[in-house]
């Protein structure tokens, strides 16, 4: 099974500074179709999991333009620019490539300092 | 609007059974395949069950093998999950999630398991 694994576990932020979530994964996710399936996942306290991010890189509809995904291979990385109160929560990855098993990391919880 | 509600949870006796439902709504459910994701308490996301838009393809993680099976009715837009042999680690809120790349979730049913 594909681990994927997750730093820091635990990101403090000041408003309106960025932060930066990485994304490990035990092989490369590059799929034999040429795609890459690896999704980013927002879960907001006492709310159900929201997808932000699909294929690495592409932003879900109504997701703010300071959320970013990026990577290839093996490492990926969440960006948010600019870290908003609403943004509070904790954020997972997840790998489609190679399944059964579907994986997910162990989450980010984000926090403001 | 896509919608996914789920429904069935509730307190059961460790070996017992619970069958999970998830109504589906805002988009056409038998293109779609769908996923069983459950979290337990202050722990990650853990997927649970696969199953193609035709019913021809099942998968399940290890940890619920033997125990669990999917289903779908495409005629009721609905996604079921029985339960079986249900041990204190299944409890969880359990949430149906559409497509490999789970682009909607529903808002989860929480599943008890404790004497």
């Known amino acids: 099974d594909v681990v994927m694994t997750q730093s820091p576990l635990s990101l403090p932020v000041t408003l309106g500074q960025p932060a930066s979530i990485s994304c490990r994964s035990s092989?490369?996710?590059?799929?034999?179709?040429?795609?890459?399936?690896l999704n980013w996942f927002q879960q907001r306290p006492g709310q159900s999991p929201r997808r932000l991010i699909y294929?690495?890189?592409n932003r879900d509809s109504g997701v703010p333009d300071r959320f970013s995904g990026s990577g290839s291979g093996t490492d990926f990385t969440l960006k948010i620019s600019r870290v908003e109160a609403e943004d509070v929560g904790v954020y997972y990855c997840m790998q489609g490539t190679h399944w059964p098993p579907l994986t997910f990391g162990g989450g980010t919880k984000v926090e403001i300092k | 609007e896509v919608q996914l509600v789920e429904s069935g949870g509730g307190l059961v006796q460790p070996g017992g059974s619970l069958r999970l439902s998830c109504a589906a709504s805002?988009?056409?459910?038998?293109?779609?395949?769908m996923n069983w994701v459950r979290q337990a308490p202050g722990k990650g996301l853990e997927w649970v069950s696969y199953i193609s838009s035709t019913s021809t393809t099942t998968y399940y993680a290890d940890s619920v093998k033997g125990r669990f099976t999917i289903s779908r009715d495409n005629a009721k837009n609905s996604l079921y999950l029985q339960m079986n042999s249900l041990r204190d680690e299944d409890t969880a809120v359990y949430y149906c999630a559409r497509d490999r790349i789970m682009g909607y979730w529903g808002q989860g049913t929480l599943v008890t398991v404790s004497s």
């Open positions: 294929k690495v890189s």
């Open positions: 805002g988009f056409t459910f038998s293109t779609y395949s």
């Open positions: 092989q490369s996710l590059v799929s034999s179709d040429g795609n890459t399936y």
